[in-house]
Structures are given as structure tokens and as C-alpha cells.
């Protein structure tokens, strides 16, 4: 099976300082990793996703790097802005629409 | 992507009564949606597979006979939480598929029960 952990639970950064969030997982054969974002009672929001045949993507302000090597991977968000307090879920799709969530990391943006 | 809602927004109910939730897929049809509980401060965990026309896949360890999914068209499925408990009481979030070759799922706002 799967299990996908989170390093941290919390991450306090100054606003426009950049955010490393990491993430690790167990089974090699995952192939489609994806970042979302959850505001307080609201539903997961996606923000990036990558696929095992890559290891760097970027959006908009955020990057997200895969190392299938150690099996992490990493959401940086450039600039972080009091709009990014959040929690951050990694997810991994296992094969078909099955998606195994991490536990979170709560990010906290100082003003 | 798709726009997904969810009715109620929040619901509190007494204990061993029955709570019925919505999850429209506004702009596409849905063959399939799937059906979320996440706890305070946990993370998701994916309690069922709602499938359009035929009976829904649970994961181990969710009751079937308690969390009743019906998926009666292409854009609404319901999970009905019965006889629920204060233990019940969860953020259910439900999700729907994209048309992507990516696998990638887009989730409704969530409903917040509490059961008294």
C-alpha cells in the first residue's frame, strides 16, 4: 500500500519570505503526486500536481520538486503572502482515481 | 476544472437521527465521485467510491449500512449518514473526477455534521 507522511505539522514563515513544504511517501510505483491547499472549512483546493516522469514543475509562485530517489517531494511557494495561510495536504494518486492524502502541514505567514 | 457543491454547508442533528448530503457536479457529468471524512485537524480519508447506476465501493472499515451512498445521475450523489452518533460528527467532503488524462480530482466545499 501507500502512506504518505509530512515532516512538519506546522511552518511559520515571514510574509514574502519563500515556504518549503515537504512530504514523503512509500511505494515507488506512485506515479501522479499532487499539492492542494485548505482553507478553514472549505474543501481542498488543488494548487499543483506532477507526474513521476518529471521532477521539477512550476505554477504560479509555487514549485513543486519530486526526488523519486528518497521518495519526497516538495512544495515551494515564492513570496509568501498572508493569502497562503493554509493547510497544505500532499496526495498520491495510487492507479485509477484512488488518491492517498498526507496529514498536512498547517502554514502560518507572519505579517 | 468542475465546480462541485455540496448541500448543506453544515448540519447539526441529534444522535440516531439520519442526515442526507448532497454533492452536485455542476458543470459535467459524473460517472463517478467519491466521498470524503476528514476529523479535526487530520487529514482526508476516502470512505467510498460513488459510482453512477450501480452500488458504491467502500474502503475497509467504513460501514456500508451506515454511510448509504446513492448515485442516481450523472450529477448528484448523496451519502446518507444513518442513525448517526456523536462520533458521526466530521467534515464529509466529496469529489469529482476530472476529464484529464491526469487523474486529477476536484473537491466540493464540504459539509460540517454535528451530532449532538
Known amino acids: 500500500g501507500e502512506s504518505v507522511g509530512l515532516h512538519l505539522p506546522t511552518l511559520s514563515v515571514q510574509e514574502g519570505d519563500n515556504s518549503i513544504i515537504n512530504c514523503a511517501y512509500s511505494n515507488s510505483a506512485s506515479d501522479y503526486f499532487i499539492w492542494y491547499k485548505q482553507e478553514s472549512g472549505k474543501g481542498p483546493q488543488f494548487i499543483i500536481d506532477i507526474r513521476s516522469n518529471m521532477d521539477k514543475r512550476q505554477g504560479q509562485r509555487v514549485t513543486v520538486l519530486l526526488n523519486k530517489t528518497v521518495k519526497h517531494l516538495s512544495l515551494q511557494i515564492a513570496a509568501t503572502q498572508p493569502g497562503d495561510s493554509a493547510v497544505y495536504f500532499c496526495?498520491?494518486?495510487?492507479?485509477?482515481?484512488?488518491?492517498?492524502f498526507g496529514a498536512g502541514t498547517r502554514l502560518f505567514v507572519k505579517a | 476544472g468542475a465546480v462541485v457543491s455540496q448541500h448543506p454547508s453544515w448540519v447539526i442533528c441529534k444522535s440516531g437521527t439520519s442526515v442526507k448530503i448532497e454533492c452536485r457536479s455542476l458543470d459535467f457529468q459524473a460517472t463517478t465521485m467519491f466521498w470524503y471524512r476528514q476529523f479535526p485537524k487530520q487529514s482526508l480519508m476516502l470512505m467510498a467510491t460513488s459510482n453512477e447506476g450501480s452500488k458504491a465501493t467502500y474502503e475497509q472499515g467504513v460501514e456500508k449500512d451506515k454511510f448509504l451512498i446513492n448515485h442516481a445521475s450523472l450529477t448528484l450523489s448523496t451519502l446518507t449518514v444513518t442513525s448517526a452518533h456523536p462520533e458521526d460528527s466530521s467534515f464529509y467532503i466529496c469529489?469529482?473526477?476530472?476529464?484529464?488524462?491526469?487523474?486529477?480530482?476536484?473537491f466540493g466545499p464540504g459539509t460540517r455534521l454535528t451530532v449532538l
Open positions: 496526495a498520491v494518486n495510487t492507479g485509477g482515481f484512488k488518491t492517498i
Open positions: 469529489s469529482v473526477p476530472g476529464q484529464s488524462s491526469y487523474n486529477e480530482q476536484f
